[in-house]
């Protein structure tokens, strides 16, 4: 069984450019999370989805980020108009439901440098 | 405001000993805590969950108590090994959200 993947494993944009981050979750897993994680700082929520659903978006910026989880495929975090800001890991976790009493299974992350 | 502490950023032991890590919450009613480990260019990786009715967890070398009375979790690494280096991170969900709330972590080295 695969775990959580996340494609690409490292990304360079340049401030203004669009950034695509995937993930495909663990079979079987049908709910997603994404994190931040800026350097020297620890992970920060962004967003939660289920298929065709987002359920909490509170950790999300509210301009430039979206992310959506379609029927088919991987889940995908948009970041439009980067900044160098935005340059951090990003990592993926799925879990099989939306309990707060399961643990999370986290990918590789993504670590985008915005130049 | 909601705080959730792990009170060093970096902890020394000498290997066979044992490695003791805090977790401190503010303003936090947590359901569950857990605790992953973190090694470095690489996700974190699930090690334990003890809900909030619980005082210890136990898994080989690992253990976990969870005072809500002192809204203190402490993890501890028996028997440590060099292998064991790494960031731990503690993290919470509250009653009817899903989402983790992180500590920063704490970087465990154990020198041979």
């Known amino acids: 069984n695969a775990g959580v993947m996340q494609n690409p494993r490292h990304l360079v944009r340049r401030r203004g450019q669009e950034a695509r981050l995937r993930c495909s979750p663990m079979?079987?897993?049908?709910?997603v999370y994404w994190y931040r994680q800026l350097p020297e700082e620890g992970l920060k929520f962004m967003v939660y989805l289920q298929k065709e659903n987002i359920i909490d978006e509170s950790g999300m910026p509210k301009e430039r980020f979206s992310a959506e989880f379609p029927k088919e495929g991987p889940s995908i975090l948009r970041i439009q108009q980067v900044v160098r800001g935005d340059s951090a890991a990003y990592f993926c976790?799925?879990?099989?439901?939306?309990?707060?009493?399961?643990?999370?299974?986290f990918g590789p992350g993504t670590r985008l440098t915005v130049l | 405001s909601q705080k959730i502490e792990q009170n060093s950023e970096a902890l020394n032991i000498q290997e066979g000993k044992t490695a003791t890590l805090t977790c401190n919450y503010t303003n936090y009613s947590p359901a569950y805590l857990q605790w992953y480990r973190q090694d470095p260019g690489r996700g974190p990786v699930f090690l334990l969950l003890i809900r909030e009715n619980e005082k210890e967890k136990r898994k080989e070398r690992l253990k976990v108590t969870f005072d809500t009375t002192l809204k203190q979790s402490l993890f501890h690494i028996t028997a440590s090994q060099p292998a064991d280096s790494a960031t731990y991170l503690c993290?919470?969900?509250?009653?009817?959200?899903?989402?983790?709330?992180f500590g920063k972590g704490t970087k465990l080295t154990v020198n041979p």
């Open positions: 976790a799925s879990s099989p439901s939306g309990s707060s009493r399961n643990e999370q299974f």
């Open positions: 079979k079987g897993h049908s709910h």
């Open positions: 993290a919470l969900t509250q009653g009817g959200s899903e989402k983790l709330v």
